[in-house]
Each structure stands twice: as structure tokens, then as C-alpha cells.
């Protein structure tokens, strides 16, 4: 029989801010909510923005005034939106107008005269170049004689073309929730991501464990651009030419199986499976195929799968923006009508256009991560189902000309995927109750391609007005986290029957394909044909093509109730209440700030010399169930 991956935890944070409890999904489609679903969502978002505190369970300005939720809502609505999705990028990042870097100046003297200067002797080159002429001033100074000149580099500044992105919302610094010294930001990321989706699912890690043996438990999460800031490789790379010096952390905590190694070491105290895929943008999809592989093999019942990416940083933007692939500040102007001289801001809100007249995506951070668990063990745990992963799809392009370039693959991946959910859900299903997560990078080429892509893919297999939304809108392109931030959202679709509208857009380009796609500007209630199945869908530079099958929660109930009969699953039902009453009580302290971060330095370390290994197990230290060697005849047929 095989194992159904369910989703029954999800959590992070991205520029839309908390995803546990679909906060990140609730802020992007704000304006369709229900009040009380709005007023705790901006609530949340209030307290994680510093803009109000809470006192004894009170929502307080900071200066101490007492706020009922519809106060906060009217007093604060206008600043959370303008400090949460994407914007102009803030200054606690870089400064966009006055980006450092370093000019080279050529100095001789003048008029035919040496060139002379006083320095310290310990800042003098080593060697000494050949045409300097020193003279000791005294026991510290020397004065330098040049007849040739020579070249310097010097401070400067200049504004960058590229001035938005898809940042954490305003004043919410995950350094702040634990001891992260020296922990490069795409780390802190991790590790608070991780503990959302890990408290999400309203049952205790070490209960968890209880249930478990020790190897079946992996964890597969990575970044596509590593850690870049100066705690990481940044400061590894620029340290000599700044002078400075390489610390012993910079190196291992730049590595982009870091993610992973982090949430083993600091977060699970895991001794199971672990693995960093990368696939440029389709990263996460190709972590979330291994988790889910290894559920339907057998290998693993819990499985922790997510990526983490802080991407927001000048070498990042030089090197996508020389690329030609960014939204530029001219390119916004030219699609807005502004005259180059034009003194007003682009709509930097706006920057990223999926499938409307767009010129580059919008870089973004984020950390998402799913808790998946093979259906038996979700049963027995009583843990709440959010979804099932069925199935992700990976292909390559072929042979390229350009490596950045879309291609073929992308519609095997696609084909492929809606064919496998027909099979599982049925025609009609997918037919009348799919939406796509598309890609949606908001490249001029993207809009053609993509659409031209998905347009074939539903004519081929008879499906009219398929829905189509892309979370990139919102939240910008996070490249390994990217398929997370849209697959998080399609959880927020499935529990809320709502498909985010593509709002940055004012219309549909005009080379875009749609003669079966229906792309709406609005959000989109589903109520005569509710949602079951959504397609994810990832494209990455150098031919990294994935798509995947997401089943919402109504369907995997159905298959579970087939599964285990109607007893069996009214008894997981009850169990089921606890679990949602528990995630209640951690999402109420989060939305009052207290987001009871697991960071376990040091603790419980495990002594090799205490295992206790025979012919048939390992017993590990610290786990209740021992690791037993598995009986292994696959290729007993081939022995005498």
C-alpha cells in the first residue's frame, strides 16, 4: 500500500510576513477577507512590525494606550500595508542611492614634479614596490616618493538602477528572537521558519519522536545563492580587499546545505536522512520531491522540507541586474509613461507584473518550510492534513544556447503532472477544479513562454478557463524559496476557496497566450466548484524545470476515509481536535509576538560511546525507538 505524503505543518516568513495559520496568504489577499480574519492578521503583523505591543494579553501603543482590533485596524492599516510585500528596498539593507563601491584613480604629481606623501609604516605595501623611494620621518611615519604615479582605489557612491524587493516586513528582525551571533541572515531565517512550521502542527517534536524510529526522520532544505552577507561568504570574499581578516565561521555558515544542517543540528537534533538539492529558482520543488520520495519508499515518515534565501544584497542585485533580468527604475518608468525627467518615484509596489507589460523580476527573502508525514502516522498522531504532495516533476532543457533561457522541459514536467493527477482525482476534477501556481517571474520573456506553456498544456488536455495566479505579485521572486512562497499560498487558496488576483497588473499583455487560461486582476471566490488540486509550477536558470501536484485537504479526506474506513477516521477526527486546539493556542501567542523559538545550542548532545549497537539495532541515545537494520533481498536473486 502506498504511503500518501501529507502536509500537516507549514510556516515561515516572507515580505508578506507570518505564513503558519495562512497570515501570509491573508495579507495578499487582504481586502477579501472576512473583519475578524483581517483585523488578527494586520494584528499580527502590527505587533511583528514594533508598531504596538501587548501587555497582558492587550494590544497597547507603544506608548502604552490600550487598542481594541478595530482601533488597531484603523490607526495602523495604512503602515502595515506600506511595510509588508514588496517596496522600495530600506536602508537597514543598503542604501539604494548611495550604494558604496570603489573607484580607480591613476595619481601622478604635477608639473612634472614627483608625487609625494606621508603614511604609517605598517600601512606601506608588502613588497615594497620597485619605484617607491621611503624615507623614515620618525619612528611611525615615512614619507613616500613616487616618479610615476601610481593607482588607487577610493570610496565612492552611486545609485543603483534597481531600487525594489520583496523585503520582511518593516521593523521584524529574526536576529532579535534568539542568540544568532555571528549567524549569517539567511540562517536566522531558517531556524525561525522552521520553528513556525514545526509549532504549526500543534504537536510536540519530542511526541513526535515517540512515534518514530531514529533514521526515519530526514530533512531536506538548501539556498540557491548560499549566505552572502558579511558573516558568510560576503565577508569571506571581501575581507583581504578590505583589509580585514577571514573569521572560522564565514566559510562553513556560507555553504548552501547550511539551511538544512541548521534545522538538524540546532532545531530537530535529527540523526536522520538529510540532503541540500539545489535547482536555481525550482529549488524548493526539488528538496520537496526527495521528502516526498522518501515517504512513498518507506524511508522516512517525517520528513521537514523548505529552503531559506536573503538574496537582498548589492552583489546579488549587480549580478541579476547585469543579466538584464531585474525591474529597473527606468524600465519601471518607461512601462508607467514617465518622462526620463520625471522628479516622481516608479511604483516600486508594483515593480514585480506577472503576465502584464513588466521588465524584470523583483528579488525577494524568504524561509518556508512544510511538515510532511506519511498518511499512518498523520492518523495516528492526529495531526491536522493541510494538503498532499503526490507528485513533483523534474526535467532539464537539452542542449542550450543560452544557459539562463527557458526550454523544453518545462512542458514534460507540466504534462506530466496534470496527467498524474487525472489518473489520481479523475478528468473532471482537474478539469473543472485545478488552478495554477505559475511561475510568473514578471520577465517580458516569462509572460510569453510560461503562457504559451500552460495555454498548450490545458488545450491538450481539455481544460477551459484554467486559473491561473502567481504569488510573485505579492511577495517577489525568492529563487530556491520561490516554489515554497507559491505553494504556501496555494494552501491558503485551498482553505479559504480564494485565488489571489494578479493586482500589480493593469491588464494582460498583449503576447500573452490565454485561449484556455483565465489570469484575473481580482481576487477570485470559488464556491460552485471548489478547489482540489493545484499545480505548482517552477522554472530555474540553467534548465531546472519542476512542476508539482498538491491535493487540498477536502480530497485527502476522501482518500483517507476510503482508506481506513469511516471508524478508523472518526477516531482520528477526535484526535485531530486536540492537535488544532494546540496549533490555536501557538498561533495566538504568535500574533502577540511570542514565537516560542526552538534554538537548542549544545543541548543533549548525543555520546557516540553511549550507542548501543547489535546484529539487529542501534540504540541511540535520546530516542525511545531503536534503529533496526532492515531486512535487505533485493538482489538475492542474483547470488547462488
Same mark, same amino acid.
Given at each position: 500500500m502506498s504511503r500518501l505524503p501529507v502536509i500537516v505543518g507549514f510556516g515561515g516568513y516572507n515580505a508578506a510576513g507570518r505564513s503558519s495559520s495562512h497570515h501570509a496568504f491573508r495579507r495578499m489577499v487582504l481586502e477579501s477577507l472576512d473583519s475578524q480574519s483581517r483585523q488578527e492578521t494586520l494584528a499580527g503583523l502590527a505587533v511583528m512590525m514594533k508598531l504596538v505591543k501587548v501587555v497582558d494579553g492587550q494590544y497597547q501603543t507603544p506608548e502604552g494606550t490600550p487598542l481594541t482590533l478595530a482601533e488597531?485596524?484603523?490607526?495602523?492599516?495604512?503602515?502595515?500595508?506600506?511595510?509588508? =510585500?514588496?517596496?522600495? *528596498?530600506?536602508?537597514?539593507?543598503?542604501?539604494?542611492?548611495?550604494?558604496?563601491?570603489?573607484?580607480?584613480?591613476?595619481?601622478?604629481?604635477?608639473?612634472?614634479?614627483?608625487?609625494?606623501?606621508?603614511? =604609517?609604516?605598517?600601512?606601506?605595501?608588502?613588497?615594497?614596490?620597485?619605484?617607491?623611494?621611503?624615507?623614515?620621518?620618525?619612528?611611525?611615519?615615512v614619507q613616500v616618493t613616487l616618479y610615476d604615479g601610481c593607482d588607487i582605489k577610493v570610496d565612492s557612491?552611486?545609485?543603483?538602477?534597481?531600487?525594489?524587493?520583496?523585503?520582511?516586513?518593516?521593523?521584524?528582525?529574526?536576529?532579535?528572537?534568539?542568540?544568532?551571533?555571528?549567524?549569517?541572515?539567511?540562517?536566522?531565517? &531558517?531556524?525561525?521558519?522552521?520553528?513556525?512550521? =514545526?509549532?504549526?502542527?500543534?504537536?510536540?517534536?519530542?511526541?513526535?519522536?515517540?512515534?518514530?524510529?531514529?533514521?526515519?526522520?530526514?530533512?531536506?532544505?538548501?539556498?540557491?545563492?548560499?549566505?552572502?552577507?558579511? $558573516?558568510?561568504?560576503?565577508?569571506?570574499?571581501?575581507?583581504?580587499?578590505?583589509?580585514?581578516?577571514?573569521?572560522?565561521?564565514?566559510? &562553513?555558515?556560507?555553504? $548552501?546545505?547550511?539551511?538544512?544542517?541548521f534545522i538538524n543540528a540546532y532545531v530537530l537534533g535529527s540523526v536522520g536522512s538529510t540532503g541540500s538539492i539545489t535547482g536555481a529558482c525550482a529549488s524548493f520543488l526539488y528538496n520537496l520531491q526527495k521528502g516526498i520520495e522518501q515517504i512513498g519508499a518507506g524511508k522516512a515518515r517525517v520528513v521537514i522540507v523548505g529552503n531559506s534565501e536573503a538574496p537582498i544584497n548589492q552583489e546579488c542585485i549587480d549580478g541579476y541586474g547585469a543579466m538584464g533580468a531585474l525591474a529597473t527604475e527606468d524600465g519601471l518608468r518607461q512601462i508607467e509613461g514617465r518622462e526620463q525627467g520625471d522628479q516622481n518615484e516608479v511604483d516600486w509596489r508594483r515593480a514585480s507584473r506577472p503576465f502584464g507589460q513588466n521588465c524584470g523580476f523583483t528579488l525577494a527573502e524568504s524561509a518556508q518550510f512544510v511538515v510532511l508525514m506519511d498518511d499512518a502516522l498523520a492518523l495516528e498522531l492526529g495531526a491536522d492534513i493541510?494538503?498532499?504532495?503526490?507528485?513533483?516533476?523534474? $526535467?532539464?532543457?537539452?542542449?542550450?544556447?543560452?544557459?539562463?533561457?527557458?526550454?523544453?522541459?518545462?512542458? =514534460?514536467?507540466?504534462?506530466?503532472?496534470?496527467?498524474?493527477?487525472?489518473? *489520481?482525482?479523475?478528468?473532471?476534477?482537474?478539469?473543472?477544479?485545478?488552478?495554477?501556481? &505559475? %511561475?510568473?517571474?514578471?520577465?517580458?520573456?516569462?509572460?510569453v513562454t510560461e503562457s504559451e506553456l500552460l495555454d498548450r498544456i490545458a488545450g491538450t488536455f481539455g481544460i477551459a478557463d484554467w486559473p491561473v495566479t502567481a504569488a510573485k505579485a505579492y511577495v517577489g521572486?525568492?529563487?530556491?524559496?520561490?516554489?515554497?512562497?507559491?505553494?504556501?499560498?496555494?494552501?491558503?487558496?485551498?482553505?479559504?476557496?480564494?485565488?489571489?488576483?494578479?493586482?500589480?497588473?493593469?491588464?494582460?499583455?498583449?503576447?500573452?497566450?490565454?485561449?484556455?487560461?483565465?489570469?484575473?486582476?481580482?481576487?477570485?471566490?470559488?464556491?460552485?466548484?471548489?478547489?482540489?488540486?493545484?499545480?505548482?509550477n517552477s522554472k530555474g536558470f540553467g534548465g531546472n524545470n519542476a512542476s508539482g501536484v498538491v491535493l487540498a485537504p477536502e480530497v485527502v479526506e476522501r482518500m483517507l476515509r476510503k482508506?481506513?474506513?469511516?471508524?478508523?477516521?472518526?477516531?482520528?477526527?477526535?484526535?485531530?481536535? %486536540?492537535?488544532?486546539?494546540?496549533?490555536?493556542?501557538?498561533?495566538?501567542?504568535?500574533?502577540?509576538?511570542?514565537?516560542?523559538?526552538?534554538?537548542?545550542?549544545? $543541548?543533549?548532545?548525543?555520546?557516540?560511546?553511549?550507542?548501543?549497537?547489535?546484529?539487529?539495532?542501534?540504540?541511540?541515545?535520546?530516542?525511545?525507538?531503536?534503529l533496526m537494520f532492515s531486512k535487505d533481498s533485493r538482489y538475492s536473486d542474483m547470488l547462488d
Open positions: 488597531l485596524e484603523s490607526r495602523f492599516t495604512d503602515a502595515i500595508i506600506a511595510g509588508t =510585500l514588496i517596496r522600495r *528596498i530600506e536602508k537597514r539593507y543598503l542604501d539604494v542611492d548611495a550604494a558604496p563601491w570603489q573607484k580607480n584613480l591613476n595619481l601622478t604629481g604635477t608639473a612634472g614634479k614627483p608625487l609625494e606623501f606621508i603614511t =604609517l609604516r605598517k600601512h606601506l605595501p608588502e613588497p615594497l614596490p620597485s619605484d617607491w623611494i621611503v624615507e623614515e620621518l620618525n619612528e611611525t611615519d557612491f552611486r545609485a543603483l538602477p534597481v531600487k525594489s524587493a520583496g523585503q520582511l516586513p518593516t521593523g521584524f528582525d529574526p536576529a532579535e528572537l534568539y542568540a544568532s551571533r555571528f549567524h549569517p541572515r539567511g540562517l536566522q531565517m &531558517a531556524v525561525v521558519a522552521a520553528t513556525d512550521a =514545526l509549532r504549526s502542527t500543534g504537536i510536540e517534536w519530542s511526541t513526535i519522536l515517540e512515534h518514530v524510529a531514529p533514521d526515519e526522520v530526514a530533512v531536506y532544505a538548501s539556498s540557491a545563492m548560499s549566505q552572502l552577507d558579511e $558573516n558568510s561568504f560576503g565577508g569571506l570574499m571581501q575581507s583581504r580587499l578590505k583589509g580585514g581578516r577571514v573569521t572560522a565561521k564565514q566559510l &562553513a555558515l556560507g555553504l $548552501n546545505s547550511m539551511p538544512a544542517d493541510h494538503g498532499a504532495v503526490t507528485d513533483v516533476f523534474v $526535467n532539464a532543457d537539452g542542449f542550450k544556447k543560452s544557459i539562463s533561457a527557458p526550454g523544453p522541459g518545462n512542458y =514534460l514536467t507540466m504534462a506530466k503532472a496534470v496527467a498524474s493527477a487525472m489518473q *489520481i482525482v479523475g478528468e473532471e476534477s482537474v478539469r473543472l477544479r485545478s488552478f495554477v501556481h &505559475a %511561475h510568473g517571474s514578471s520577465t517580458p520573456a516569462n509572460r521572486h525568492a529563487l530556491a524559496s520561490a516554489s515554497a512562497d507559491q505553494l504556501i499560498s496555494a494552501l491558503g487558496s485551498f482553505k479559504y476557496q480564494l485565488i489571489p488576483g494578479i493586482k500589480t497588473i493593469d491588464a494582460i499583455a498583449d503576447d500573452v497566450h490565454r485561449q484556455h487560461l483565465s489570469i484575473s486582476l481580482v481576487d477570485v471566490p470559488r464556491t460552485a466548484q471548489p478547489l482540489e488540486v493545484c499545480f505548482i482508506r481506513y474506513g469511516a471508524e478508523s477516521f472518526a477516531a482520528y477526527c477526535d484526535r485531530r481536535e %486536540h492537535t488544532r486546539a494546540a496549533a490555536q493556542q501557538y498561533d495566538q501567542r504568535a500574533l502577540h509576538g511570542q514565537f516560542d523559538i526552538l534554538y537548542n545550542f549544545g $543541548n543533549d548532545q548525543i555520546d557516540d560511546r553511549q550507542l548501543r549497537i547489535t546484529p539487529e539495532k542501534i540504540q541511540v541515545p535520546g530516542f525511545s525507538r531503536p
